[in-house]
């Protein structure tokens, strides 16, 4: 991150905080995903961007991948993934603050 060392918080925040903003941006946005698809969704293409920074790509249209695999960014997505879905099925869902399936058709 710019060559900052702020530990913790530079090198695993926005692994922490950028899952649940997709997250609840696929829950919330027009399409309204269930929250399975949602976390699933998400937490598929965290883990194929991070398994993508094991390899060279420069050159390729995946070369925005480039970065370091590291482990412990795999954890940093779940957890606040996680964290995100649990909230979502206690608290946000029950309270209707987050729609919980796609609108039905409008009928004639």
Known sequence: MFSVDGGFLTNYGADLLAPPYLYLAFRGGRRRWRPLTAFSVVLGGCVL?????????????LAIT?????????????VGLLICYAVDLR?????GLLPSAPDPPAGP
């Not at 480039?66 to 779940?78: N, V």
């Not at 608290?91 to 309270?95: A, E, Q, T």
């Open 49 to 61: 961007w991070e398994w993508l920074q094991r390899y060279d790509l420069l050159g390729t249209p």
């Open 66 to 78: 480039r970065g370091r695999f590291d482990p412990y960014d795999l954890a940093a997505y779940t």
């Open 91 to 95: 608290w946000l869902r029950p309270h």
